[in-house]
C-alpha cells in the first residue's frame, strides 16, 4: 500500500491526531503528513503511507496558499488567537485600505522571518512550543523565507482577510506579527486556512474520519514538481538495485523515474547524463 491522502484536516485536530486516524483506518503504521498545520488551523493536509512517507522532502518543497485572518489590536505570545495576550492597543483611526495592502505587499520576496517561539523549531534537542509552554525564554534564529504572493481580501477594522502563497518554512503566523510591526499595530493570525499544496487543492480533500484505501492516489502524482522519465524493465531491474542508468536526454537535477506503466521506480538525481537512484521504490526482483 503506497500513496497519498489529500485531507481537510478540522479545527482542533494536530496533523498527528489526523495521521492516527489514518493508520487506524488503513491498518497500517507507516503514515506521515508533509508539513504539520497548527491545531487551530483547518485546510489541506497530504497524509503519505507506506514507502511514500519518503517523499516528505519533494512534498514539502511545494508551494503553499493559505487563506489568513490577521487580528490588529492584540498580540499574544503564541501570534494566533490560542495565546495569552502579550500587547494590546487601539489606534485612533485604523489605516486605510492602501495602506494595509502596501504593508502586505512588503512581505512579498526573499526575506529573514523569526519563527514564532511556540513552534517545532528545535532548540538543542527539544521543541521551542515545549520550551515555551515551561515558561522558558525562546530565542530562535532567523530563517530565509520565500513569500512569493500576498493578497488582501478584506480590511474591515480590526480583522484583514488576505492570501498567501509560500514556500516551505514560512510561518503565516509570523507574517501577522510582521504585519502589526508594519503598521505599528499589535496583531495576531485569528484564522487560518490551508487552500492548497502545488495543484493540490483543498477542494480535493476528504474529512480524515472518510478515509479508506480507493482514496489514495498514486506516489507518482505526488511528485508534479519534478520532471519524469519512463525507463524500460531492463532499467527498472538496475534501479532496483541501486545502480545508476543512463537517461534518455541530459537534464541536470531531480527526477522521477517511472516504469512503462507510469508507476514510481524511484527519484534520481540527473547529471552528466546518468540519473543516480535517491529514492528507490522498486523492490530487486
Same mark, same amino acid.
Given at each position: *500500500?503506497?500513496?497519498?491522502?489529500?485531507?481537510?484536516?478540522?479545527?482542533?485536530?494536530?496533523?498527528?491526531?489526523?495521521?492516527?486516524?489514518?493508520?487506524?483506518?488503513?491498518?497500517?503504521?507507516?503514515?506521515?503528513?508533509?508539513?504539520?498545520?497548527?491545531?487551530?488551523?483547518?485546510?489541506?493536509?497530504?497524509?503519505?503511507?507506506?514507502?511514500?512517507? #519518503?517523499?516528505?522532502?519533494?512534498?514539502?518543497?511545494?508551494?503553499?496558499?493559505?487563506?489568513?485572518?490577521?487580528?490588529?489590536?492584540?498580540?499574544?505570545?503564541?501570534?494566533?488567537?490560542?495565546?495569552? =495576550?502579550?500587547?494590546?492597543?487601539?489606534?485612533?483611526?485604523?489605516?486605510?485600505?492602501?495602506? *494595509?495592502?502596501?504593508?502586505?505587499?512588503?512581505? =512579498?520576496?526573499?526575506?529573514?522571518?523569526?519563527?514564532?517561539?511556540?513552534?517545532?523549531?528545535?532548540? +538543542?534537542?527539544?521543541?521551542?512550543?515545549?520550551?515555551?509552554?515551561?515558561?522558558?525564554?525562546?530565542?530562535?534564529?532567523?530563517?530565509? =523565507?520565500?513569500?512569493?504572493?500576498?493578497?488582501?481580501?478584506?480590511?474591515?477594522?480590526?480583522?484583514?482577510?488576505?492570501?498567501?502563497?509560500?514556500?516551505?518554512?514560512?510561518?503565516?503566523?509570523? *507574517?501577522?506579527?510582521?504585519?502589526?510591526? #508594519?503598521?505599528?499595530?499589535?496583531?495576531?493570525?485569528?484564522?487560518?486556512?490551508?487552500?492548497?499544496? +502545488?495543484?493540490?487543492?483543498?477542494?480535493?480533500?476528504?474529512?480524515?474520519?472518510?478515509?479508506? #484505501?480507493?482514496?489514495?492516489?498514486?506516489?507518482?502524482?505526488?511528485?508534479?514538481?519534478?520532471?519524469?522519465?519512463?525507463?524500460?524493465?531492463?532499467?527498472? #531491474?538496475?534501479?532496483?538495485?541501486?545502480?545508476?542508468?543512463?537517461?534518455?536526454?541530459?537534464?541536470?537535477?531531480?527526477?522521477?523515474?517511472?516504469?512503462?506503466?507510469?508507476?514510481?521506480?524511484?527519484?534520481?538525481?540527473?547529471?552528466?547524463?546518468?540519473?543516480?537512484? =535517491?529514492?528507490?521504490?522498486?523492490?530487486?526482483?
Amino acid at each position: *500500500m503506497i500513496g497519498g491522502l489529500l485531507i481537510d484536516k478540522p479545527a482542533g485536530w494536530t496533523s498527528h491526531d489526523v495521521v492516527a486516524a489514518v493508520r487506524r483506518a488503513l491498518g497500517t503504521r507507516a503514515v506521515g503528513h508533509a508539513g504539520t498545520l497548527d491545531p487551530f488551523a483547518t485546510g489541506l493536509l497530504i497524509v503519505l503511507v507506506g514507502k511514500a512517507t #519518503r517523499l516528505a522532502r519533494y512534498v514539502e518543497a511545494l508551494r503553499k496558499r493559505y487563506l489568513a485572518t490577521v487580528r490588529f489590536g492584540s498580540a499574544t505570545d503564541t501570534e494566533d488567537l490560542t495565546g495569552t =495576550v502579550i500587547a494590546a492597543s487601539t489606534p485612533d483611526a485604523w489605516p486605510a485600505m492602501d495602506a *494595509m495592502c502596501d504593508a502586505a505587499s512588503s512581505l =512579498v520576496g526573499s526575506r529573514s522571518q523569526r519563527p514564532p517561539a511556540f513552534s517545532a523549531k528545535h532548540v +538543542g534537542g527539544t521543541r521551542s512550543h515545549v520550551l515555551a509552554r515551561r515558561g522558558e525564554a525562546v530565542t530562535l534564529r532567523d530563517v530565509t =523565507v520565500q513569500v512569493h504572493e500576498v493578497t488582501v481580501e478584506r480590511w474591515s477594522p480590526p480583522d484583514l482577510d488576505m492570501a498567501a502563497v509560500v514556500g516551505r518554512g514560512t510561518y503565516v503566523r509570523a *507574517m501577522a506579527r510582521e504585519l502589526g510591526e #508594519r503598521c505599528g499595530i499589535p496583531a495576531h493570525c485569528a484564522a487560518l486556512r490551508r487552500a492548497a499544496i +502545488g495543484p493540490f487543492s483543498v477542494e480535493q480533500a476528504i474529512a480524515p474520519t472518510a478515509v479508506n #484505501r480507493s482514496h489514495l492516489i498514486p506516489a507518482a502524482a505526488l511528485l508534479p514538481a519534478l520532471p519524469s522519465e519512463r525507463i524500460d524493465a531492463a532499467a527498472v #531491474r538496475e534501479i532496483s538495485f541501486g545502480r545508476a542508468i543512463p537517461q534518455r536526454e541530459n537534464a541536470q537535477g531531480t527526477g522521477a523515474l517511472l516504469g512503462e506503466d507510469g508507476r514510481l521506480i524511484a527519484t534520481a538525481d540527473g547529471r552528466d547524463g546518468i540519473w543516480h537512484p =535517491v529514492v528507490v521504490f522498486e523492490a530487486p526482483g
